[in-house]
């Protein structure tokens, strides 16, 4: 018995022992980031370099430590688009070509390390070349998002705007679009929808055909949208989000709403008009509007005093 006693404290102290050495008192911290930072610029400054006379307009190939502070505005979670992000700053945006897709997601704000990184304009949008997550990025805070700027269709005519988040409102899918998704999903296929406003301005809406809402119908309706203003040589185009940002619960142009429907049957001739949803307001004078009854031409009408009167 005493043997097995003996036997038995030895395994519970080496029991004790391992579960010992297992405990750390201290947490590890996150390794600390060896990317350097240099001379911080702008993206406009990226702008500004690409476009003095000193450089080659094919591309522009950073040497030197440089680093652009800029939060994302896009990633390519929702499939529509690919191994690419878009970031902003108080300045400008500007297009991330990533060497592998992931890694950077809207609201992060980020350091980024130019050395290496090649600046190019591909087709009429500023791009940065060959970024990698790992290599180039330095993550300095999350949730950081950006608000859209509203513009009008007649606004994005110009450079100054590509790459932005931006917001249409009082928009809607032209006629010939209705009816369709936003690409062809079950064949991949990436597919332009035509956008116009009231004034027959009109923008691409183009999607991915490996967007998770690529097999979606679009709306039918008019209202507002949010996503990044692109460029591809002549053609304005904008890339969205996610649905979540498109808000078509307004009916469409020359639809409208009945706000109110009365064909004032029964009416009082000569009689202020009180019926239901009907208020008569003198906001200047003291004119009301009278009933006007005849058979079956019901109306209502208002007669001058000759003095000054407004009354709704």
């Not at 990317?35 to 400054?45: C, E, K």
């Not at 991330?96 to 980020?110: A, C, M, R």
């Amino acid at each position: 018995m005493r043997k097995t006693l003996i036997i038995n404290g030895l395994i519970i102290a080496s029991l004790i022992l391992v579960f010992n050495s297992c405990i750390h008192n201290e947490f590890e911290e996150p390794p600390v980031s060896t990317i350097p930072v240099g001379a911080v610029l702008t993206i406009q400054d990226l702008y500004n370099i690409y476009n003095s006379d000193s450089v080659n307009k094919t591309n522009y190939k950073f040497i030197d430590d440089f680093s652009v502070y800029a939060v994302v505005t896009m990633d390519d979670k929702s499939g529509n688009i690919y191994k690419s992000a878009y970031v902003q700053d108080a300045s400008n945006a500007i297009n991330l070509h990533l060497l592998s897709s992931g890694g950077l997601y809207e609201g992060d704000s980020v350091q980024i390390y130019l050395k290496d990184l090649v600046l190019g304009d591909y087709r009429g949008t500023m791009q940065l070349d060959s970024v990698d997550v790992d290599d180039n990025i330095v993550k300095v805070s999350t949730l950081k998002h950006k608000t859209p700027e509203t513009l009008t269709l007649a606004e994005i005519n110009t450079d100054q705007f590509v790459a932005k988040l931006i917001k249409l409102e009082n928009v809607q899918f032209i006629n010939e679009e209705l009816g369709k998704t936003f690409a062809n999903k079950e064949d991949l296929i990436t597919e332009n929808r035509t956008l116009e406003d009231e004034f027959g301005g009109t923008i691409l809406v183009r999607t991915s055909g490996y967007a998770g809402f690529a097999g979606n119908k679009i709306p039918e309706g008019r209202g507002s949208i949010v996503g990044i203003l692109g460029k591809y040589n002549d053609d304005y185009q904008l890339y969205i989000r996610s649905l979540g940002e498109v808000n078509f619960n307004m009916n469409r142009f020359g639809v409208y709403d009945t706000i109110f429907n009365a064909n004032f049957t029964g009416i009082e001739d000569v009689t202020p008009v009180d019926i239901e949803n009907w208020e008569n307001y003198s906001e200047v004078g003291s004119i009301s509007w009278m009933g006007v009854s005849g058979g079956t031409n019901e109306s209502v009408n208002i007669i001058g005093d000759g003095l000054e009167n407004k009354t709704w």
